[in-house]
Nanobody, 124 residues
Framework: VQLQASGGGLVQAGGSLRLSCAVS????????MGWFRQAPGKEREFVAA????????DYADSVKGRFTISRDNAKNPVYLQMNNLKPEDTAVYYC??????????????????WGQGTEVTVSS
């Protein structure tokens, strides 16, 4: 299973970006999908997650109301729409796939597969 994240870049504060993550190798709909981020010198942290069918989502408090995670099981990618970006959103963003339950989606250890990361830089 391979995950390919894309869509990062440089944006000014208040701007928007949309990240994408494509999963290859297995049926996309079998995975809970998550987005995490890691800023320089900090631990990787949870950003958002979406259930297999897309009917459940979860967000970190720091991004709630600004970021939206979505998926289209017919087309494969999972998306992270990021609006009203702030300098503190600057990080490398990783997508991850989880074959287990929805219960612990905020934890990095439950995810089975990880993408390579895409860098987001928000200037003030």
């Amino acid at each position: 299973v391979q995950l390919q994240a894309s869509g990062g870049g440089l944006v000014q504060a208040g701007g928007s970006l949309r990240l994408s993550c494509a999963v290859s190798g297995r049926t996309f709909s079998r995975y809970v999908m998550g987005w995490f981020r890691q800023a320089p010198g900090k631990e990787r942290e949870f950003v958002a997650a979406i259930s297999r069918s897309g009917d459940q989502t979860d967000y970190a408090d720091s991004v709630k109301g600004r970021f939206t995670i979505s998926r289209d099981n017919a087309k494969n990618p999972v998306y992270l729409q990021m609006n009203n970006l702030k300098p503190e959103d600057t990080a490398v963003y990783y997508c991850a796939a989880d074959t287990s339950t929805w219960a612990h989606v905020r934890g990095t250890l439950v995810y089975d597969y990880w993408g390579q990361g895409t860098e987001v830089t928000v200037s003030s």
